[in-house]
RNA sequence: GGGGGUGUAGCUCAGUUUGGUUAGAGCGCCUGCCUGUCACGCAGGAGGUCGCCGGUUCGAGCCCGGUCACUCCCGCCA
């Protein structure tokens, strides 16, 4: 590299340069002024390269003056430095450039904040002045670690034979799944496009086209709240689909790519080459949630019917079983010896949760076996050796019980897993424990309208032969629909697709569609799936998510360039903004609307 | 739409419990001294509507009510 600004970088230079002149362009870093002798640390993309100053030298004063984070040219010699005097922290540690000459070529004002140290800093003042954020190193990694996976997965998605494929921005909006992002159509006033919640009809529509093996790293526009994982409005995933495939191909596929990716870019060990299946009624049960953190070693089990046995004089949860309710627990390993705090915190804090609390004891021997602590007195020694038989509970473990509605009990059990597990410090970091969950219901009962919806997507395939489904009893008809989930983090959903327009019709009209509006709101598709459609399936990772993973941070503001705030505002770019009236005009559109 | 947390100097924070003189510290900035630092050091200085509005009080950064901003969570996210 040659040219007016650098003939090298900042992390370049090493002893075997020394004697040479060199110039090198960056950001003042950091300044170290002794009087008569002055140290820059010049920072590019690279690294950094210490420069030297002394007061002898014409650009002395200039230099002294000069704000950080100005960008300047300096020309110099690369000197060897004195013994005792290197850093060995710097790849340049070994020399320094004596400054020659200088030219400023952008000056800096004064600062919002430092880009030098990791002091952590305001959330809006960070996205106001995100090109100085962006500087900062721990930022700099993430944004850099995110374009080698994106990189990473495009070469090894052409590896394993698929191609990408680009697809729509401006499409149509459509009945399900999250709020629509839209756009008025100036050439078709009144009417509007939306931006894809995902490329999901596209894809398959690519699949319909022949093409059999698609990818692309797709953004994603939901118009939905934030979450610390989740960014307003828009977001990537790594679209996937595949013709003429079953379930267990599109999981080999995946399990490659994860493997490997999480291989090559964390030094984290992936638990599982091949990843668990566990159907979504097991996990339910098992861990309270359908994205279960498998580092965790504690299991839920239900031991209501304990609760129907006369030797068991534990009346409040033996009333509410008798009304339905249910009885959960969770067991953790040799805790006998744990302080009263230690449970009576665990209870403290499901109520803060909003649970009635989890009622716990501890297993004793001495002659026989008994249960140590509040509820231990209202268990018979029989029903506590079911309660072993049934948990694999043994002497020196305890319980913690849940009872009541089964979405509660599951709810707070889950959390408490968590809970207990960081509590007892169970969870190793150091891995990643990624699994499949499989066998999704087809549909579900919605809570507040008590009508049958999707539960998932409504495009899946139903698990078992087609002429023999009965749909007298939709809620037991399973999807052949699966979820990826890596450390308790949920990375995608993916399933086999429906490709029978007539099974389509069918099971859109359990969920409440007629064919007429099924017709009105899909007919893209079905016109496709009336052609020849091959069966087809596919997935979707989250891209931000993976990234997150790799990069170990619990905010995806982190590993995002330019993101917006939680009320979906660009602080930098001021998004949005108001518009002229001329172009309200010419889309058709009026703003004056008062909503309810 | 709802709940929690935070808001004091350009930045990070202390002070709020128990209302009472001129609201402090570190970083940064300015001035001076300093030739081997790499978080350079030393001395001095500037910098404040204590988010905003209202109330209680002789007196409010501190108590009360409202409001705004940021953030985390619930709802929402096929």
Known sequence: MMN??????????????????????????????????????LRDHYGLTQCVVENNNKFFSILEKLRSESVLTIIGKVVKREKGTENFELPTGEIEVDVQSIKI??????????????????????????FLDLRREEM?????????????????????????YQTPILTSSSPEGARDFLVPSRLNPGKFYALPQAPQQFKQLI??????????????????????????????????????????????????????????????????NKFPRIPYNEAMLKYGTDKPDLRNPLLINDITNIFTRDDVKFDIFKKLV??????????????????RSFFDNIDKWSKEQGASGLAYFTLEKNEKISAKGPVGKFFSED???EIMKITKAEVGDSLFLACGKINEIEKILSISRDKIAKDLNLINEDQFAFCWIVDYPMFELDEQTKKIKFSHNPFSMPQGEIEKLDFKDPLKIKAYQYDIVCNGVELSSGAIRNHVPELMYKLFSIAGYDKKKVEEKFSGMLNALSYGA????GIAPGLDRIVMLLANEKNIREITLFPMNQNAQDLMMKAPSEVEPKQLKELSIKTDIKKD
């Open 140 to 164: 700099h990694k993430n944004i850099i670690l995110r374009s080698k996976v994106v990189s990473f997965i495009r070469s090894e998605m052409l590896k394993l034979g698929f191609l990408e």
């Open 534 to 537: 091959p069966p087809h399936g």
């Open 4 to 41: 007016k600004y650098r003939t090298h970088n900042c992390s370049e230079l090493k002893q075997t340069h020394a004697g040479e002149t060199v110039s090198l362009s960056g950001w003042l870093h950091r300044k170290r002024d002794h009087g008569n002798l002055l140290f820059i640390d």
């Open 383 to 385: 029903s506590l050796k």
């Open 105 to 130: 070529l952008s000056e800096a004002k004064d600062l919002p904040m430092p880009v030098f140290g990791e002091q952590d800093y305001p959330e809006d003042i960070r996205l106001k002045y995100r």
């Open 207 to 272: 699949m319909v086209s022949g093409f059999d093996k698609y990818f692309q790293i797709a953004p994603c526009f939901r118009d939905e709240d934030a979450r610390a994982d989740r960014s307003p409005g828009e977001f990537y995933q790594l679209d996937i689909e595949m013709s003429f495939v079953e379930q267990e191909d599109i999981f080999k596929v995946l399990e490659i790519l994860m493997v490997n990716l999480f291989q090559k870019f964390s030094s984290k060990k992936v638990l599982n």
């Open 322 to 339: 008798k009304s339905g309710s249910i009885v959960r627990c969770i067991v953790t390993k040799k805790t006998k010896d744990k302080p």
